[in-house]
């Protein structure tokens, strides 16, 4: 098992957050297999203020690269992607074009 954290933000607009937070309770069938055929174990994402955090747990041979082809192959991921968009904007340390930030970790009991 491998283990990843992300950041990002939702638009600061409490509207906003509440519909994301709607979706989120019933996301599309065909996200939710993308997620386990790409190898995801387990998502969990939490939120304060607009500021979110995501703990994905994976197969061992899970591959970003990987995900990503598939993802860009799948018309419908495509699509969740871009309606997401709507809701977020990328953290001040982001790059050019990155949604979700991969977190160091820099403790471990």
Request: with cysteine; proline share 4%; aromatic share 12%.
């Amino acid at each position: 098992m491998k283990r990843y954290c992300f950041a990002l933000d939702l638009k600061d607009d409490e509207a906003v957050i509440a519909e994301y937070e709607g979706i989120h309770r019933s996301i599309w069938p065909e996200i939710h297999k993308s997620i386990i055929d790409a190898g995801i174990t387990v998502m969990d994402i939490y939120r304060t203020g607009n500021r979110l955090f995501m703990i994905m747990e994976t197969e061992d041979d899970f591959s970003f690269e990987k995900k990503d082809a598939m993802d860009a192959g799948n018309p419908v991921v495509q699509q969740w992607e871009a309606l997401m968009w709507t809701y977020q904007q990328a953290i001040p340390s982001a790059r050019p074009g990155e949604k979700w930030v991969m977190m160091k970790q820099i403790f471990s009991l």
